[in-house]
């Protein structure tokens, strides 16, 4: 008597994550994206409670976006790089070799507070005095003015 295995079927769902067939997402909403987006448009025109949902998803949503900046930081960076004539760049290097304190970052963008810009244009008229490169000379007068400008950010 000889013995037999019998497999199940398999189904057709998608494959499992770290097979050889492994899923992908971003692939499968790409080829589906057009089908997708009429079915929500449609439904959006056709079912009264589907366009209420989501008409209240967008006001929450703007609800909770900050319409001014709290705390005074109402300075975008790339204004306070126009005011303190410097470039944007500038400021970020300055920013990466600590010269003056991480900004306040909101809504993708980094604000100051009006303080800071005159504190920023300290650092620009020393700069502007010493030169760019830092030296022996200028390394302890620089050491000293980045420590004021952290102590009274």
């Known amino acids: 008597m000889a013995l037999t295995i019998v497999r199940p079927v398999q189904t057709t769902a998608a494959p499992k994550a770290g097979g050889k067939g492994q899923f992908n997402f971003k692939v499968w909403y790409k080829k589906n994206k057009k089908s997708l987006s009429e079915r929500r448009k449609a439904r959006y025109h056709t079912d009264p409670s589907y366009r209420e949902k989501a008409l209240n998803n967008s006001r929450g949503q703007r609800k909770n976006k900050p319409v001014e900046q709290d705390g005074g930081f109402t300075v975008a960076f790339q204004d306070a790089a126009d005011q303190v004539d410097v470039t944007i760049w500038t400021l970020r290097e300055w ?33 502007d005095h010493h030169g760019i490169r830092v030296t022996a000379d200028t390394r302890e007068p620089l050491k000293d003015l980045v420590s004021l400008i952290y102590a009274n950010w």
Do not use: D
Not at 110 to 126: G, I
């Open 95 to 127: 920013r990466k070799k600590n010269y003056f304190p991480e900004p306040r970052h909101r809504a993708g963008r980094m604000w100051l507070k009006p303080y800071h810009v005159e504190q920023l244009k300290t650092l620009k008229a020393f700069f």
